[in-house]
């Protein structure tokens, strides 16, 4: 069953269309000689639109005898290429019937290999089985019909072997973070991911290490201030101030200096009462306790 022509091609078709070609050419290229060098003037503008009409309606008929001959030429042709279609037409039909059925054995001879890998891998994984799924590892290629299985099988060995020697490494290490290298490691299967992971950990330690001195240092400064301000801090006395010198009498503090004295009671918190106790002696604002009796008095009115 093959295609045969009745009669060769050559026997077909015509070698050429002849037509008057060479006269045709040679007389357009004499008298449009002129047209080279032209230079449309107010002169000479209706000629050169007249010139223009008939070049058109010369060129149109030249034109209008290749679409004859194109038309006439492609009957033969268009009615062959029919019956070209309508026979490929039938032989696609069957193709595509066994282009599906191949597509189903593929995906079965497919699918049988990958369970067998798949079996493979399930026997050697052991330990491994929770931490490394067979999706994980499974390449597509191991399916090629190009691919020895053999070679599947041994790249899943040289897995398992690196596996172990990997993660006896960070094992070896003894390192706080051990864990997270593991878990960063069966993520990756990627040795170089758990080193990573040791590096941001340990950066992370030093990081806190540092916040921690910082903060230590901060609260020694603190507490240095603080001693500081103690020292220089009046005796407390009950609720009231009792200066560390014993304060002197008004008429003496008015012999060194004109004073005014001004009784007024403040309310405040703790943190405050010690923050206003600055504020006066750093102002150098001389202050005696209130008499206990007035204090008293004034309480008792304002129950």
């Not at 090629?144 to 599947?152: H, L, P, T």
Request: hydrophobic share 35%.
């Amino acid at each position: 069953m093959e295609f045969k022509l009745e009669k060769p091609i050559e026997q077909l078709l015509p070698q050429s269309v002849d037509f008057n070609y060479e006269q045709l050419k040679s007389d357009l290229q004499v008298s449009l000689e002129k047209y080279q060098n032209m230079v449309v003037t107010k002169e000479n503008i209706k000629d050169a639109k007249d010139d223009r009409a008939k070049l058109n309606k010369l060129r149109t008929s030249i034109d209008d005898q290749r679409k004859v001959i194109k038309k006439a030429w492609n009957v033969p042709y268009d009615a062959f290429e029919r019956k070209v279609k309508e026979l490929t037409g039938l032989i696609g039909e069957p193709i595509d019937t066994i282009d599906k059925q191949l597509s189903v054995y593929e995906d079965q001879r497919k699918a049988e290999k990958r369970e067998e890998i798949e079996e493979y891998f399930d026997e050697k994984i052991g330990c491994y089985a929770d931490l490394i799924p067979f999706d994980k590892i499974f390449d597509p290629r191991w399916l090629n019909v190009s691919f020895d299985i053999k070679k599947a099988k041994a790249t899943i060995d040289d897995l398992i072997k690196r596996v172990e020697v990997d993660e006896k490494a960070i094992k070896d290490l003894e390192v706080e973070c051990e864990q997270q290298m593991l878990d960063a490691y069966f993520q990756t299967l990627d040795l170089s991911a758990a080193m990573a992971e040791k590096k941001r950990f340990e950066d992370r330690i030093m990081q806190l290490a540092e916040l921690e001195r910082q903060r230590q240092a901060k609260a020694q400064k603190a507490a240095e201030e603080q001693r500081k301000l103690e020292a220089s801090k009046p005796e407390k006395q009950g609720d009231f101030v009792k200066a560390k010198t014993r304060p002197q009498p008004i008429e003496k503090i008015t012999e060194i200096e004109e004073l005014e004295m001004i009784d007024i009671r403040v309310f405040v918190t703790p943190e405050q009462k010690q923050e206003f106790k600055q504020f006066l002696i750093q102002q150098k604002i001389k202050f005696v306790p209130v008499p206990k009796g007035d204090s008293k008095k004034w309480q008792s009115k304002t129950a």
